[in-house]
């Protein structure tokens, strides 16, 4: 049975990266090009992503006459559905969340991603918003990842089913790759304008320092929401780590020195790994 052929109720989970966006194309074309009614594609925002991500999920829509639900925490056990020009751009679901708990997410607590993606779709699934005649009981999400990820697909398939909820990764199944996945973005006639490195949610904590570094020097205003968070709690995201301000402060001495290269895919510090990269 093809993989891709997805029998609702379904949510797919766009997370506004190319191997979910992928993910959808193929979901579509075993379609036919379009979705059961009960099979929905769902953008989480978390305010933190790029601008250049939002406008990825706004042309996939577009571009392949999809319907794509934009989606936002908006506080405890409260969602919220936006679209492309309403969507916050500033940290604010992030933020909330954090006010809402009283502490900062961290390597081991990623409440962000349980909070701002997991628990808002859930949420909307179980909402009169989801369908005229009542909501799911129960469903399938459809994740985007990829075969050479069998750590993310076992825990993922392993640790967030529910009863209400089973976790599928028609990619893995399918046994697709990242190279697969940048292949068939390098012949597409529109693209994430995002470096693979580069990430969804702007300087998330998982990324390596390497990384923000990297960022920060390209789009020093990304660093400010960060340090404002840690100064408001008097924590910092990641234990043994530098704060966002000591980076920042690092990355302003160090500014005018060329970068000629990308951030190394082996950065011991990089511990990337959440529904915020699929």
């Known amino acids: 049975m093809d993989p891709f052929l997805i029998t609702g109720p379904a949510a797919i989970s766009f997370s506004g990266g190319r191997t979910s966006g992928y993910m959808l194309r193929r979901?579509?074309?075993?379609?036919?090009?379009?979705?059961?009614?009960?099979?929905?594609?769902?953008?989480?925002?978390?305010?933190?992503?790029?601008?250049?991500?939002?406008?990825?999920?706004?042309?996939c829509g577009e571009?392949?006459?999809?319907?794509?639900?934009?989606?936002?925490?908006?506080?405890k056990k409260a969602f919220r559905v936006v679209d492309f020009k309403s969507a916050s751009r500033h940290g604010e679901p992030f933020e909330q969340v954090i006010r809402?708990?009283?502490?900062?997410?961290?390597?081991?607590?990623?409440?962000c991603t349980v909070e701002l993606k997991i628990h808002t779709l859930h949420r909307w699934l179980r909402s009169p918003w989801v369908?005229?005649?009542?909501?799911?009981?129960?469903?399938?999400?459809?994740?985007?990842?990829?075969?050479?990820?069998?750590?993310?697909?076992?825990?993922?398939?392993?640790g967030r089913e529910t009863e209400a909820e089973t976790v599928v990764c028609p990619l893995a199944t399918a046994g697709v790759t990242k190279e697969?996945?940048?292949?068939?973005?390098?012949?597409?006639?529109?693209?994430?304008?995002?470096?693979p490195w580069e990430g969804n949610c702007d300087l998330c904590f998982l990324k390596g320092?390497?990384?923000?570094?990297?960022?920060?020097?390209?789009?020093?205003?990304?660093?400010?929401?960060?340090?404002?968070?840690?100064?408001?709690?008097g924590a910092t995201f990641r234990a043994h780590s530098p704060s966002y301000a000591a980076i920042e402060r690092r990355v302003r001495s160090q500014g005018r020195l060329?970068?000629?290269?990308d951030p190394p895919d082996d950065d011991p510090t990089d511990i990337m790994s959440c529904a915020c990269t699929d």
Do not use: C
């Open 27 to 59: 979901v579509l074309d075993a379609h036919g090009g379009a979705l059961p009614p009960d099979v929905h594609v769902v953008f989480a925002n978390t305010g933190k992503e790029r601008e250049a991500t939002l406008a990825f999920v706004r042309e």
């Open 63 to 75: 571009r392949w006459g999809v319907a794509i639900t934009w989606l936002e925490y908006a506080g």
């Open 100 to 111: 809402d708990r009283r502490y900062l997410p961290n390597a081991v607590t990623r409440f």
């Open 131 to 158: 369908r005229a005649d009542g909501a799911y009981d129960e469903w399938t999400n459809v994740v985007g990842l990829r075969a050479d990820e069998p750590s993310r697909v076992a825990k993922v398939s392993g």
């Open 180 to 195: 697969d996945v940048l292949a068939f973005w390098s012949r597409q006639p529109f693209d994430l304008r995002l470096r």
């Open 209 to 233: 320092q390497a990384t923000r570094e990297r960022i920060m020097l390209n789009h020093p205003e990304t660093a400010a929401w960060w340090i404002a968070q840690e100064a408001a709690i």
């Open 258 to 261: 060329p970068i000629v290269i």
